[in-house]
């Protein structure tokens, strides 16, 4: 009870119940683009679309989207800004060192359940990357993937279109 007289006067708090700030490192994953890996992320959606997982074109029909309100806007498949969150100890995101890698002894494989290996810890930032996942303790990391195809109304025609995937990667810790 004199504690919380103590915190409410002084406006401070006591060892227990100081929080950790959270810290982010965000990246674009690299070479998502190379051996297959464009091919495994639509396989993943495919399935997605399959059970019936996701909501495609934002649920609208192509005689919606024929409208001055989609005129020259990009309605994507798949929504954008796809997250998958994982808690490393899930398994849904894995980081891999490749120590061995014939283009960079500081490699690391991003791989994503169902999809595989989507690229890799861009080369300008891995070495760093590295240490937060030796020294630190990960809560939370996130992919967020954007791109596939899309309808693109011009005025004229409904065009069906697509982008290469890219993935994000967000790690809180």
Do not use: H
Request: some cysteine; aromatic content about 12%.
């Amino acid at each position: 009870m004199l504690n919380n007289f103590f915190k409410n006067l002084f406006g401070k708090k006591s060892k227990n119940e100081v929080k950790e700030k959270k810290k982010n490192f965000k990246f674009e994953v690299a070479g998502t683009f190379l051996g297959g890996r464009q091919a495994n992320i639509l396989k993943y959606f495919s399935k997605k679309i399959e059970n019936k997982e996701l909501i495609l074109f934002e649920n609208l029909k192509d005689s919606e989207i024929k409208t001055k309100k989609y005129l020259d806007e990009e309605i994507y498949e798949i929504p954008q800004n796809y997250e998958i969150k994982s808690n490393i100890a899930d398994g849904l995101i894995k980081f891999v060192k490749e120590p061995n890698n014939e283009y960079d002894k500081n490699a690391i494989k991003v791989m994503i359940k169902g999809m595989g290996t989507v690229g890799y810890v861009p080369k300008n930032i891995n070495v760093s990357f590295a240490k937060i996942l030796e020294n630190e303790e990960i809560k939370e990391v996130t992919a967020t993937i954007c791109g596939g195809e899309y309808k693109l109304w011009n005025g004229k025609k409904l065009k069906r279109e697509r982008d290469d995937y890219s993935v994000t990667i967000t790690i809180s810790y």
